[in-house]
């Protein structure tokens, strides 16, 4: 007893929404990668500022041995969690 054009309305409007849905979640995919990608980038300014912050302490100590282990320390973030992270990031490109 339904009435044939309320039932191919209901099919185009319900074809219409699925479209929607994947065009939704195909665009909240690319949101959530490009805020992994940020906060990547925000890890890493913040690692090389504690680098640098480190190694400006060391122009304060009076104790060599303190100096020496305070620039190993930084040494040792700035080479290697940065450069870790840096090669397995995206480069971006303009255009």
């Known amino acids: 007893m339904t009435m044939p054009g309320y039932v191919e309305l ?16 195909e665009a909240f995919d690319s949101g959530n990668k490009a805020n ?17 912050f ?10 060599p041995q303190a100096r020496v282990l305070l620039l190993v320390i930084s040494a040792l973030i700035c080479m290697a ?8 990031m995206p480069v971006a490109h303009r255009g």
């Not at 480190?54 to 104790?63: D, E, H, P, S, Y």
């Not at 969690?81 to 397995?88: K, M």
């Open 36 to 52: 992994r990608i940020s906060d990547t980038y925000s890890f890493l300014t913040v690692m090389f500022s504690t680098v640098m």
């Open 81 to 88: 969690v940065p450069l870790l992270t840096v090669f397995s």
């Open 54 to 63: 480190l190694t400006a302490i060391t122009t304060k100590l009076v104790r």
């Open 10 to 25: 209901m099919k185009r409007r319900t074809d219409e929404s699925e479209k929607m849905g994947d065009k939704a979640s």
